[in-house]
């Protein structure tokens, strides 16, 4: 999709900065079904919510184009505790540790 374009759909929810605030907004950009994410169930589901538009929030628009959602997974690892986010990005599948909203890796 063309920058312009991308740019076009911002405008027309009246998002002049390009920051997404919500998954509403993010469903309405990007056409994702947030409750067709896999795994997704629970208690983590706000905190994956709130993760989710600050990880759109972090790349271009063009790249925010390509990312797809895959799979969210709680999961224990000794004295951890994260989700595990898998999407598709550029075409390309990859996964991150979600430790809160604001923090992954």
């Known amino acids: 999709m063309k920058h312009d374009d991308i740019v076009t759909k911002y405008l027309k929810l009246n998002i002049s900065d390009y920051r997404i605030n919500s998954v509403d907004e993010l469903v309405s950009l990007y056409n994702i079904d ?11 589901c706000e905190t994956f919510n709130r993760f989710l538009v ?26 951890k505790s994260y989700l595990r986010f898998e999407y598709y990005m550029y075409g390309r599948r990859t996964w991150l540790h979600v430790k809160n909203a604001e923090t992954w890796y």
């Open 34 to 44: 947030i409750k067709n994410v896999t795994g997704l169930i629970g208690a983590h």
């Open 54 to 79: 600050n990880f759109y929030n972090r790349w271009g628009l063009e790249a925010r184009e390509s990312i797809k959602p895959i799979l969210v997974k709680h999961v224990k690892d000794t004295n």
